[in-house]
Structure formats: C-alpha cells, structure tokens
C-alpha cells in the first residue's frame, strides 16, 4: 500500500512541511510519485521514516541521522557515546545553575533588600570561582564563608594602608596580618591547597580584582606583612641581632612555605606513611629550607621549635595544624633518626 505525503504527515504526527524538507535533503525520498506527481510512500520508506523518528529523539543533527541510516552499529555507538558526554556536561552545568541559584536565595533570606549590584557580583564571582575549584571544593567554602564580612573589611582596611603608604613592618599593618591570615584560611575551610588556588585566582582574574579588591600588588603587601608579623615573634624570644641576621634569608623563603603546607596537607590525606618514601623526601626539602633561614645549628634548631610551641600565631594561617603537624613530626622523626 502506497500512503501520500498527507496520510503519512496524519500517521507519524509530523507536517507535510517536515517531509517535503526530509525530501530535498535525500534524507527520506519517497519510493513513488503519482500521476499528478504527489509523493507516494510504501511501507520500506514508513520503516525508514520511523528509524528517523528514533534516532531524533536523541536530539541529533539531520545530517548525523543521515550517516547513520547509511553506516552501522559501531556509527551509532560512538554517536551515543557523545550524546552521553554532553549531557554529562549539560547535568554539570545544571547542578552549578543550581547551587548558585541556592547561594543567592540564601543571600536573599539573610538580607532584607538586597542591591542588584551586589547580585550581580556574586554571579560573576561565581562563574570565576568555578574556573578554579571544583564542585566539591566551593561547598566546603561555602561553609567557611561566615566570616566574608570581617574579611572584607580587612582587605578595605590593608587597602587603606598601601594608598597611605604605609610599610609593611608598621605596627598598624602587623596589627592585620593575624586576622588576614585566619580569616582567609577560615574562608578555605583551612586548606592550604586551597589557599594556593585563591591566591593564583586573585593574581589572575581581573573580574575577581575589581569585585574584591584583592589584586597582585596587595596580595604582595600583605606576604610582606605576614612575613614581618612572623619575624616579630620570633622577636620576642631571639636577639635584635639574630633576627637582623636571618632577615634577608627569610623574606626570600617566606613564599615557599606555603606550597610545602600544601603538599604535607595532600601527602597526609593520600595517606602516607611517615616512613615512606614520599614523606622522606618531602622531609628532606622542609628541613633544606628551614635551614636555608636558621643554618645547621641543632641548638638553633631547637630554640625555633620552642618558640613555635610558645607562639600558637606562628602558624595562623598555614592550614598546618593537627593531623598533618602530626605526620610532619613524625617523618622529620623518622629521617633524623635514619640518616642516608
């Protein structure tokens, strides 16, 4: 039996403009015309119409439905393979809509009137946090988020210092790093690793410098101020002259540190041993550095020990606490006593 173009439009649901368009493609080219020259379909071209209908409904292009028809099962496979790979990136992008969609709801819920300025920055914020963290890690963020006030008026505050020049050994600028230092941890749920990816993220994006204030030139100001904040307990326990000597090599190690605090912190939840080799080797480049600063005088050594375990400041803001000091200990242990 031969079907006209209406009577197969009527059939299938689609519209007689769709099959003409299915005709002057090649996609589906009726078996037959009439005398008049209607298109006239036979059971063959209703089978093929409908494989049509199917392979649609996996949203692809005419022209891959086409390959298809023509190819094999393998064509099909890897045609499935990527329809599943972008529905995959289609979920993701829902899943971050979502969250984001959540964060300002709860933005709304926490402020009576919030300002469309502030709206719109925190969408940009996120899109850019999103090109450096994954999912996972801007969940745990938002959980280290409650103090983003304080934070906030700490980087207005430093600002103000920089635009009155004020230097980084200042009493008034020392007088932050202890805040800076743990409220930008706390805002990192006290990752380290973290942290590394904040400081590339403010050093890179000029969005996040303009929304923030947080730019290279105060991300370098405040390693300066830290720096000196450090240098001054240590002060208190070691002579003007001691801290005179070692000065220069501190400042010029300082910015080392923190990718150390990164690397024990993964190293601790990869699980490794304190004897293993991973470990030793990490040990053997912290007591190099450490030493680059205080020299190889065991005494010396000691002395830093104790005054790191009077001063709990000393490590505000390391992300080097508990469990990874712990590892830390007990792999310099481990090396100390077993010398190659």
């Given at each position: 039996m031969l079907l006209k173009v209406g009577e197969l439009a009527k059939r299938t649901g689609l519209t007689v403009r769709t099959l003409h368009h299915y005709d002057a493609i090649g996609l589906l080219r009726p078996s037959a015309r009439s005398e008049a020259g209607y298109r006239l379909y036979h059971r063959g071209d209703v089978e093929r119409l409908y494989r049509i209908q199917a392979l649609r409904r996996l949203d692809l292009p005419l022209s891959e439905v086409a390959v298809l028809l023509e190819g094999d099962a393998r064509d099909l496979e890897s045609v499935i393979d990527e329809q599943v790979t972008a529905l995959e990136?289609?979920?993701?992008?829902?899943?971050?809509?979502r969250n984001r969609l959540q964060d300002l709801r709860r933005l709304l819920g926490e402020q009576e009137q919030p300002e469309l300025n502030e709206w719109l920055s925190t969408l940009e914020m996120m899109a850019i946090y999103d090109r450096y963290f994954t999912r996972e890690e801007y969940a745990r963020m938002r959980k280290g988020s409650r103090g983003m006030k304080e934070l906030n008026a700490t980087v207005v505050a430093v600002r103000s210092l920089m635009e009155r020049g004020v230097a980084p050994d200042a009493p008034e600028a020392i007088a932050l790093a202890e805040p800076w230092s743990r409220l930008s941890l706390e805002h990192m749920d006290g990752d380290p690793r973290l942290m590394l990816k904040l400081d590339a993220l403010h050093r890179n994006e000029p969005g996040a410098q303009a929304l923030t204030g947080v730019d290279t030139a105060l991300l370098e100001y405040m390693t300066q101020v830290t720096a000196e904040y450090r240098l001054s307990l240590y002060a208190r326990h070691l002579g003007s002259e001691e801290i005179a000597r070692v000065r220069n090599a501190y400042l010029a190690n300082y910015r080392r540190w923190p990718a150390m605090?990164?690397?024990?912190?993964?190293?601790?939840?990869?699980?490794?041993?304190?004897?293993s080799p991973e470990m030793q080797a990490f040990c053997a480049r912290w007591i190099a550095l450490f030493r680059a600063v205080w020299g190889n005088d065991p005494a010396m050594r000691a002395r830093i020990l104790d005054i790191h375990a009077r001063e709990p400041g000393m490590m505000t803001g390391s992300?080097?606490?508990?469990?990874?000091?712990?590892?830390?200990?007990?792999g310099l242990a481990h090396l100390q006593n077993n010398p190659t």
């Open positions: 990136r289609q979920i993701e992008r829902a899943a971050a809509l605090f990164a690397e024990a912190r993964e190293l601790m939840e990869g699980g490794a041993a304190a004897d992300g080097v606490q508990g469990e990874v000091m712990a590892l830390i200990s007990q």
